[in-house]
């Protein structure tokens, strides 16, 4: 890949890399040039996209990581910064669905623990790894149009992903002065193995009609978002939220 979106030669960390979007942005920034730190608490799970990876022509090794122990965060970015990192996609997250009146603390806790304090750590801790030794960087959160917009069933989630994006606006406003920029990707309803069923449902296309372009998206719908984030192309971008979601934000009441 040529020109201001190439990131050949950068060291990029993935949280959340075992499944779903997470693998998908591994692959898609290893392709782009990137050495792909995939990180999961489950390493073993890891090991196959690294291989794919590999296979490919890429660049990644994997890395165990779990966002709500702040060892296991320091331990990671250690490793990932040592030679000097450049990207983070703060990817891992958790959903609990099930209505307001039967979600338990410990449901609130897990989701924001995971989903808000999770990404703060990792956040935190690779921009200081940057600062210390000088080194440019970019941030992508990802969120999610829940975060802007609510639906049932599911508020701690959109909770914390609300946080997400107001954390984004004021990481990039410290760390603006060292060169580091933070984004937010907020994907709207995104068609991956874990929601085909639904998605394919009656439920699914009630909620497909009230998407303007009348599609969910797929996953490559977002590499362009992402890799504008990550690049060159976007090295006056900071703060601000990106969202890939056919519409669905801008739907009518």
Same mark, same amino acid.
């Given at each position: 890949?040529?020109?201001?979106?190439?990131?050949?030669?950068?060291? #990029?960390l993935? !949280?959340?890399?075992?499944?779903?979007?997470?693998?998908?942005?591994?692959? !898609?920034?290893?392709?782009?040039?990137?050495?792909?730190?995939?990180?999961?608490?489950?390493?073993?799970? @890891?090991?196959?996209?690294?291989?794919?990876?590999?296979?490919?022509?890429?660049s990644? $090794? #994997? @890395?165990?990581?779990?966002?709500?122990?702040?060892?296991?965060v320091?331990?990671?970015?250690?490793?990932?910064?040592?030679?000097?990192?450049?990207?983070?996609?703060?990817?891992?997250?958790?959903?609990?669905?099930?209505?307001?009146l039967? $979600?338990?603390?410990?449901? &609130?806790?897990?989701?924001?623990?995971?989903?808000?304090?999770?990404? &703060?750590?990792? #956040?935190?801790?690779?921009?200081? &790894?940057?600062?210390? $030794?000088?080194?440019?960087?970019?941030?992508?959160?990802?969120?999610?149009? @829940?975060?802007?917009?609510?639906?049932?069933?599911?508020?701690?989630?959109?909770?914390?992903?609300?946080?997400?994006?107001?954390?984004?606006?004021?990481?990039?406003?410290?760390?603006?002065?060292?060169?580091?920029?933070?984004n937010?990707?907020?994907?709207?309803?995104?068609?991956?193995e874990l929601?085909?069923?639904f998605?394919?449902?009656?439920?699914?296309?009630?909620?497909?009609?009230?998407?303007? $372009?009348?599609?969910?998206?797929?996953?490559?719908?977002?590499?362009?978002?992402?890799?504008?984030?990550?690049?060159?192309?976007?090295? #006056?971008?900071?703060g601000?939220?990106?969202?890939?979601?056919?519409?669905?934000?801008?739907?009518?009441?």
């Amino acid at each position: 890949m040529n020109g201001v979106f190439d990131i050949s030669g950068k060291r #990029a960390l993935v !949280t959340g890399a075992s499944s779903g979007l997470g693998e998908h942005f591994a692959q !898609t920034l290893a392709r782009a040039g990137a050495h792909v730190l995939v990180a999961a608490r489950r390493v073993e799970r @890891l090991q196959s996209l690294v291989e794919r990876i590999r296979e490919n022509g890429g660049s990644a $090794q #994997a @890395l165990a990581l779990d966002v709500c122990c702040a060892d296991s965060v320091a331990r990671a970015v250690q490793i990932a910064s040592e030679p000097g990192l450049d990207i983070v996609v703060n990817n891992a997250g958790v959903s609990v669905a099930r209505p307001v009146l039967e $979600q338990t603390e410990e449901d &609130w806790d897990v989701v924001l623990e995971t989903n808000l304090k999770g990404s &703060w750590r990792v #956040a935190s801790e690779s921009a200081r &790894w940057m600062v210390k $030794q000088g080194r440019p960087g970019s941030i992508v959160n990802i969120a999610s149009i @829940l975060g802007e917009r609510v639906a049932g069933g599911v508020v701690p989630y959109a909770v914390s992903k609300a946080g997400v994006l107001h954390m984004t606006r004021a990481l990039a406003l410290e760390f603006a002065r060292y060169d580091i920029r933070v984004n937010a990707l907020a994907p709207g309803y995104v068609s991956t193995e874990l929601n085909a069923d639904f998605l394919a449902s009656e439920s699914g296309k009630r909620l497909m009609s009230r998407i303007p $372009q009348r599609r969910f998206a797929d996953p490559q719908d977002l590499d362009g978002a992402l890799l504008l984030l990550v690049s060159q192309a976007g090295r #006056a971008i900071t703060g601000t939220t990106l969202a890939v979601d056919g519409g669905h934000l801008i739907s009518s009441l």
